[in-house]
């Protein structure tokens, strides 16, 4: 059985977090990693710096809205994740009968009823063909004609369901703040070859593990938000077709492991933004938090908070102090001195990347 050393440092290279690995674009970043965490939008950019090369905040918005090489929309789990562009409109059937199975509750809740949620998205759709690209508020007004209260989860939820159906996704920033467009307008429908069924199943799969192995099945199904028969299908899938191979109790793709390189003297200190998905992206930690420090990086409530890791093991967690000038580390233990300019490096590009342009 490989240990957690082993595991660790497989995932954190897949993760461009380890070994020196480094992509030199945010689009590569992306197509790298499949998907970044992103209910925040600065914390998915720093997502994209530390798994990059000198990467700006003004380089991640052009891959958004200029490139529209990537984008951020409603993905796994239901929640908002930055992935490849060309890769959105295969990923969404996939995913969004699940995610609109799983709210029913709350739209019943909320007095979304079926017809209001279609009349809805027939106003969003005519709205942003009309007059977009449009913010929440916007949006918000407008769906207020159809009786929505303006206040309140209505709203959100029918924005929502409009990027779940298809009808939007998110655009460009307009003065710090997001908004939406159409997403056939931003996206246009790509040529090449997309996947269907089980093949868009079993490919979401190889890209997860791509990212994220060694792993199990179970972590593809908690990190997608898909049923565990659904994963354990995929990873049959990949398994007749010699995509996979076993690591111990694990899987990996094939070939995955001998690409590896050795382990390096000086340890390659990163710091991961908060729900960063290399502590979210399995079922549990036990691989790269310490057991004794897993309530500091996880203190409950949902929160998963920046974490200083060393070669993929967690060693601190920080915080941007007041107009983001600074940076402070709260270390587990005494920072080592193989280590420390490592974390001194790290905090100057944090506070590099989070400086607003001139």
């Given amino acids: 059985m490989p240990d957690h050393g082993s595991v660790r440092r497989l995932r954190a290279h897949a993760q461009a977090l380890a070994g020196g690995a480094r992509e030199d674009s945010a689009e590569a970043v992306v197509r790298r990693v499949f998907a970044i965490q992103a209910q925040d939008a600065t914390a998915a950019g720093l997502g994209i710096r530390v798994r990059g090369r000198d990467i700006t905040a003004q380089a991640i918005r052009t891959a958004y809205e200029k490139e529209r090489s990537i984008v951020r929309n409603w993905y796994m789990r239901g929640t908002l994740h930055t992935i490849p562009g060309d890769d959105a409109r295969w990923v969404l059937p996939l995913l969004s009968p699940r995610i609109l199975a799983a709210t029913s509750r709350r739209y019943q809740q909320l007095g979304l009823g079926g017809d209001l949620r279609r009349r809805a998205d027939h106003l969003i759709r005519r709205a942003l063909a009309a007059h977009g690209p449009l913010t929440r508020a916007e949006l918000t007004e407008r769906l207020t004609t159809l009786g929505v209260p303006p206040d309140g989860q209505a709203a959100f939820h029918l924005i929502r369901h ?13 003065a710090g703040e997001a908004t939406y467009v159409l997403l056939d307008d931003w996206l246009p429908s790509a040529r090449r070859f997309r996947w269907e069924g089980d093949d868009a ?127 402070r580390v709260d270390a587990f233990e005494p920072v080592p001195p193989q280590l420390e300019q490592g974390v001194e490096r790290e905090k100057e590009a944090v506070v590099g990347f989070l400086r607003p342009t001139p």
């Fill in 201 to 327: 199943l079993a490919e979401l799969a190889r890209r997860y593990l791509a990212a994220h192995a060694p792993a199990v099945s179970e972590d593809f199904a908690a990190w997608s938000g898909l049923p565990v028969t659904w994963a354990r299908r995929a990873w049959r899938t990949l398994a007749e077709s010699d995509v996979i191979t076993e690591y111990g109790a694990l899987t990996v793709l094939a070939g995955q492991v001998q690409e590896l390189p050795p382990p390096s003297d000086t340890p390659d200190v990163r710091m991961l933004p908060a729900y960063d998905n290399y502590l979210t992206g399995y079922r549990t930690r036990e691989a790269s938090v310490p057991a004794l420090h897993q309530a500091r990086v996880r203190p409950g409530g949902g929160l998963v908070r920046p974490t200083v890791i060393a070669d993929g093991l967690a060693i601190a967690t920080w915080i941007c102090g007041p107009g983001s000038r600074s940076v």
């Fill in 162 to 174: 409009a990027a779940l159906t298809g009808v939007l996704c998110h655009g460009p920033q307009r």
